[in-house]
């Protein structure tokens, strides 16, 4: 088991542009979460998976923001029309049980 | 969502220990208090986690007060490599809770050789 794997590491956009972040958890955690974490701050929740059932969005996800996990495994986190405010570290995490394993993130950097 | 309290930074001396305090005075009877560390450039990394009784592992302590509205991370001999942001979590474990893990600003830990 190789953790949680997030790609791209990094991801330059201009604003207004759209991206996809992808998410590949450990295997066989039925929970996945994502989280927005900012400079100076502690990360913020934005949703959460159990399964392929997206069971709660921060007010934090805004219409721009839409967050899939088709067959249970995988997710994706698609920001559209990105802003500068967008950019932070986006941090992804899975869970079976009362630990969350957390992968090292996507930094995005919208010019 | 019950939050919780922490004091902005600390710091130890190295192979000292390290008390690191949490108050979370509006903490429900089904949320287990939570602790997780981040290194710099890092996700965050589980530590330990507990519901009433005093817990330890392999890498800290928690003492657990009485009336849980409050909690001490126990670090025994803090080394370089424990320099890092902790944060004091509390988390619904109820059948309605959904699991989430909400952060505050944590405590930044810095270790002094």
């Known amino acids: 088991d190789t953790g949680v794997s997030q790609n791209p590491r990094h991801k330059i956009t201009k604003r207004g542009q759209n991206v996809t972040f992808r998410c590949d958890p450990i295997?066989?955690?039925?929970?996945l979460y994502w989280y927005r974490q900012t400079l100076g701050q502690g990360p913020e929740f934005l949703t959460y998976?159990?399964?392929?059932?997206?069971?709660?969005k921060s007010r934090l996800l805004s219409d721009r923001f839409s967050a899939e996990r088709p067959k249970g495994s995988f997710s994706t986190l698609e920001i559209q029309r990105t802003e500068q405010g967008d950019s932070a570290m986006y941090l992804c995490?899975?869970?079976?049980?009362?630990?969350?394993?957390f992968g090292q993130g996507t930094r995005l950097t919208v010019v | 969502d019950a939050k919780t309290t922490q004091p902005n930074s600390m710091e130890s001396n190295e192979e000292e220990p390290v008390h690191l305090p949490c108050n979370h005075s509006?903490?429900?009877?089904?949320?287990?208090i939570h602790w997780y560390r981040q290194l710099p450039s890092q996700g965050p990394e589980y530590v330990i986690h507990?519901?009433?009784s005093n817990v330890n592992n392999r890498m800290a302590s928690l003492a657990i007060a009485e009336d849980r509205k409050s909690s001490t991370l126990i670090l025994h001999r803090a080394t370089l490599r424990d320099a890092a942001v902790y944060y004091c979590?509390?988390?619904?474990?109820?059948?309605?809770?959904?699991?989430?893990?909400?952060f505050g600003t944590g405590t930044r830990l810095k270790v002094l050789a």
């Open positions: 995490a899975s869970s079976s049980g009362n630990e969350a394993f």
């Open positions: 998976f159990q399964n392929e059932a997206q069971l709660e």
């Open positions: 509006t903490i429900s009877g089904t949320d287990y």
């Open positions: 507990g519901l009433t």
């Open positions: 979590i509390l988390r619904d474990f109820s059948t309605s809770g959904t699991y989430k893990y909400i």
């Open positions: 295997s066989e955690h039925n929970r």
